[in-house]
């Protein structure tokens, strides 16, 4: 069946960097949009950032715009979540989602978490102050 799988998450400091990825497996990687989502403890799941099956399309939450950048490679079926300047707030789990677009190729990027189809288990990111 469908797997993504996130790598590279960990416990970093205030300001520092991280850069998670997110492998796919089992599904045609390019047709789908990739979206990254965040749940910390006792609290609803999030939309973080996303980007379109080509990578011309990319949408981030305002809580991490100019700090994370999302992109793909769609050669080798993984896409990427750099995070920059990362703060205590932004400690929680991150999770990819693929999500296959109602219109084929469409640059846009779903921020809705029902609509995304295939889940990863979620990788653990932990800012120190």
């Known amino acids: 069946q469908v797997q993504l799988v996130e790598s590279g998450g960990g416990l970093v400091q205030a300001g520092g960097s991280l850069r998670l990825s997110c492998a796919a497996s089992?599904?045609?990687?390019?047709?789908?949009?990739m979206g990254w989502f965040r749940q910390a403890a006792g609290k609803e799941r999030q939309f973080v950032a996303g980007i379109s099956w080509s990578g011309a399309g990319t949408y981030y939450d305002g809580s991490v715009k100019g700090r994370f950048t999302v992109s793909r490679d769609n050669a080798k079926n993984t896409a990427f979540l750099q995070m920059s300047s990362l703060k205590p707030e932004d400690t929680a789990v991150y999770f990819c989602?693929?999500?296959?677009?109602?219109?084929?190729?469409?640059?846009?990027?779903?921020?809705?978490?029902?609509?995304?189809?295939?889940w990863g288990q979620g990788t653990q990111v932990t800012v120190s102050s």
């Open positions: 089992r599904l045609t990687f390019n047709r789908y949009t």
């Open positions: 989602a693929a999500d296959l677009p109602s219109t084929s190729f469409s640059s846009r990027v779903e921020v809705r978490e029902s609509e995304y189809d295939y």
